[in-house]
């Protein structure tokens, strides 16, 4: 089976099930652990045991907060996909991405990057739109890149700017735009 890459459509879902399956692996560890301390008489060896499946708890947690995250956000229907898939002639268009302010969990079901900006659908109604591009701006300026982010919450709106967008190769390239991709992919979990 083919790995799924940040950025391509399923990745959400395929990123739940891989989060999943290293936690189930670390939940085993840890029980075998504990189970492992009841077949020993040895006091020291079953202390060792106890701080052995405490210290592996550390590395499920870490794996479990995102899984938690994220798990309500599901890949958007393949329609979705098809619907996008024209405006990839005119922009790099990421699927599946979850950015993550201070405030808000945001799952951008699309993000378009343009040489004019980038433009996202998020589709988290409970996330602050204008808090959320101002955070996000900030870390494009931190990235050296023009803080021109908008964030969209109707697919409407988001497909009609799509549809405006000229395409890329009529603008001079800087390279902004490989780079923009290469931060939204490494702002996402």
């Known amino acids: 089976m083919k790995r799924i890459k940040k950025g391509e459509y399923g990745y959400r879902n395929s990123m739940k099930r ?13 029980l075998a652990q504990l189970g492992a301390r009841w077949l020993t008489d040895s006091t020291a060896l079953k202390n060792i045991l106890t701080v052995m499946a405490v210290i592996t708890v550390i590395p499920a947690a870490n794996l479990a907060s995102p899984y938690v995250a994220v798990l309500p956000f599901k890949t958007p229907a393949r329609d979705f996909y098809e619907r996008m898939r024209p405006f990839e002639d005119k922009c790099q268009v990421l699927y599946d991405l979850v950015l993550t302010t201070k405030d808000d ?19 988290n109604k409970k996330a602050d739109a204008a808090r959320a591009e101002k955070a996000l701006n900030e870390i494009l300026k931190a990235n050296r890149l023009d803080p021109n982010f908008r964030i969209t919450k109707e697919l409407s709106s988001f497909e009609k700017r799509a549809k405006s967008l000229k395409p890329a190769s009529e603008y ?18």
């Open 172 to 189: 001079e390239d800087d390279g902004s735009v490989e780079y923009g991709v290469n931060v939204m992919k490494g702002l996402s979990m």
């Open 105 to 123: 969990i945001l799952p951008m079901d699309a993000i378009l990057v343009h040489p004019t900006g980038i433009y996202a659908y998020c589709t």
């Open 18 to 30: 891989g989060l999943l399956f290293k936690i189930a692996i670390l939940a085993a560890f840890i």
